[in-house]
């Protein structure tokens, strides 16, 4: 059975990706083509011609207005993904369509669906509004991990990892160190866990962006919407500084960390990751400080994660595994998407072959 | 309510508090200073244990909650040896390989 999730929306690219060339990304197994109309909305369709397959996302295949034009025999597709024009002849087949998908444009993302378009309207999109959001700045990127997505979902929801994974950027004693506290939404299908460390090492991530010298508070607090949006709201401030009662918080630096977790393919998966911060929002220098800082620390859970997948599928199912008491939030994530999972095959239509005859 | 139940010590300022206020919501607390997990179903019904993955099991049983908590390595009457990881592949091979002569 599939790993993916099916009838969800994923993010696909971010906005600036997407503009006036054609853009190809696969997505949960399907070769997408993306690109923007000339009023600047984005569309996206499948990315092979039904002619003979070739890419449209290849060049010389283009945009002309509104359509694209196919660069291997000039097949042209509106933004419906209805084929317009073929060579040489007047009366275009019937059948010559490409599939399309729901786009919508939130949060600085493209977000596509994947499954039964009927359901796009009564699947809910996340939302991560720090991302572009007035108040906020925003550092951003990808990086492509050979590693199924279920790896990355363990590796954020257990953030004791930190400790020894990403020491001297991010780790400290304390992570690991530290309790958690988890909480399931079973209806809201949110998953939370909520790290609070009152006396804590001040890692070079957070001491050069704030400037705080000495020891800190410092909150993590996870709020995971399975199967693909990740959010940590991070507080740090100095030892002793807590929010007002009234839930005001002058005294706390706040970075708001997200990722979108994106299968691309069984074995692999788009590691859309963004820190979203709310001080020194005008400072140049911080932005490359954290973009950097941040990226070294996804590229360490790359290779960690792409080790592990290459371990995993060498190994016959079954292995044994342990969970211990800071996997408590993990295992809460494995059961939602899991039954996600079985809920979204029970709509995979069967292959596109089988489906034509 | 299932199982003995220890009095939770005051936490400092900084403890998280409940933050989920849906009808459904399950919590499970690590109890500070301590290695035990205390459960909390929607329905009201606590339980105190060591191990995640029992506490979920005894947390999804809602509404028919066991008596108990799963404990781990409950029932283990000794450690077994562990099995071998088994290489499928060249790749997977760790370390250097050694050159036949």
């Known amino acids: ?357 | 309510m299932t199982g003995p139940l220890r009095t939770v010590p005051a936490g400092p300022t900084a403890t998280p508090t409940r933050v989920l206020e849906g009808d459904r919501v399950t919590r499970v607390a690590w109890l500070p200073g301590s290695d035990r997990l205390l459960g909390e179903c929607s329905c009201g019904a606590r339980a105190e244990g060591g191990d995640p993955i029992g506490m979920w099991q005894w947390l999804l049983a809602h509404p028919d909650h066991p008596t108990q908590v799963a404990e781990p390595d409950a029932g283990a009457a000794a450690v077994h040896v562990p099995p071998p990881h088994r290489v499928a592949r060249p790749e997977q091979a760790a370390g250097p390989r050694t050159p036949l002569r």
């Open chain 1, 1 to 357: 059975m599939t790993s993916i999730v099916r009838n969800q929306w994923y993010v696909a690219a971010y906005g600036r990706e997407i503009g006036r060339e054609v853009f190809g990304r696969t997505i949960c197994g399907e070769s997408i083509l993306f690109w923007r109309r000339e009023d600047g909305t984005a569309t996206a369709m499948s990315d092979r011609c039904v002619h003979r397959r070739f890419p449209l996302s290849e060049k010389p295949s283009h945009l002309v207005g509104d359509t694209v034009v196919c660069g291997y025999h000039g097949f042209t597709y509106d933004a419906d993904g209805k084929c317009v024009a073929v060579p040489g002849q007047t009366r275009v087949p019937r059948t010559a369509r490409l599939k399309s998908y729901p786009v919508v444009e939130q949060d600085s993302f493209v977000w596509v669906f994947i499954g039964d378009d009927d359901r796009s309207d009564t699947v809910p999109i996340p939302r991560a509004p720090w991302l572009d959001q007035e108040g906020y700045t925003t550092v951003s990127g990808m990086e492509p991990l050979a590693a199924r997505a279920s790896l990355l979902v363990d590796n954020l929801m257990d953030l004791s990892h930190e400790t020894y994974l990403h020491g001297g950027y991010i780790g400290t004693p304390e992570v690991a160190n530290t309790p958690i506290t988890t909480e399931v939404d079973e209806d809201a299908q949110v998953v939370y866990v909520s790290r609070h460390m009152d006396d804590a090492d001040c890692p070079p991530f957070y001491a050069k962006s704030t400037g705080i010298e000495g020891r800190i508070v410092r909150w993590q607090d996870i709020e995971f919407h399975p199967p693909c949006l990740y959010l940590l709201h991070s507080r740090v401030a100095p030892v002793g500084v807590l929010p007002n009662e009234d839930g005001t918080d002058p005294g706390g630096f706040h970075v708001e960390v997200v990722y979108a977790i994106t299968p691309e393919t069984e074995h692999s998966t788009h590691d859309f990751w963004a820190v979203a911060r709310d001080f020194a929002l005008e400072d140049e220098g911080v932005s490359d400080f954290l973009r950097e800082s941040n990226r070294t620390v996804v590229l360490q859970d790359v290779v960690a994660l792409d080790a592990l997948e290459r371990v995993l599928a060498g190994e016959p199912d079954g292995y044994q595994e342990l969970s211990i008491n800071i996997d408590t939030g993990g295992l809460a994530a494995r059961r939602i998407i899991a039954a996600q999972a079985a809920a979204g095959a029970e709509q995979v239509p069967e292959s596109p072959a089988a489906l034509a005859r």
